[in-house]
C-alpha cells in the first residue's frame, strides 16, 4: 500500500481520491509514521460483521410513564425542595 506524507496528501488529493474511487487505497504518514489509512467507503473492515438491528426485539419492555418517570424528583431539584 502506498504511503504519502501530509504534503503530498494535501497537493494531490484529488489525485489520490481519484485512486481511491477506482478501488485503491493508501496511507497518511507524519513524520514518516502512518496516522490515517484511506479507503473506498464501500471497502468496509475485513472480518467485521454488519451490525444486526432489531436484535434484542422483544427482551425489553419501556414502561407507558418512561417519558414521566422521575418527574416529581427532578422538579424538587428544581425548587430546591430536598
Do not use: W
Not at 504534503?7 to 477506482?22: D, G, I, P
Not at 497518511?28 to 471497502?43: H, N, S
Not at 424528583?73 to 428544581?78: N, R, T, V
Amino acid at each position: 500500500m502506498e504511503t504519502v506524507n501530509i504534503h503530498q496528501a494535501k497537493t494531490h488529493l484529488s489525485r489520490l481520491l481519484e485512486r481511491v474511487l477506482h478501488g485503491g487505497s493508501f496511507l497518511i504518514a507524519k513524520a514518516g509514521k502512518p496516522v490515517a489509512k484511506i479507503v473506498p467507503l464501500d471497502a468496509g473492515e475485513p472480518g467485521r460483521k454488519a451490525k444486526r438491528l432489531g436484535f434484542m426485539q422483544g427482551e425489553l419492555k419501556v414502561p407507558a410513564d418512561f417519558d414521566r418517570m422521575g418527574a416529581d424528583e427532578i422538579g424538587a431539584l428544581f425548587d430546591g425542595r430536598p
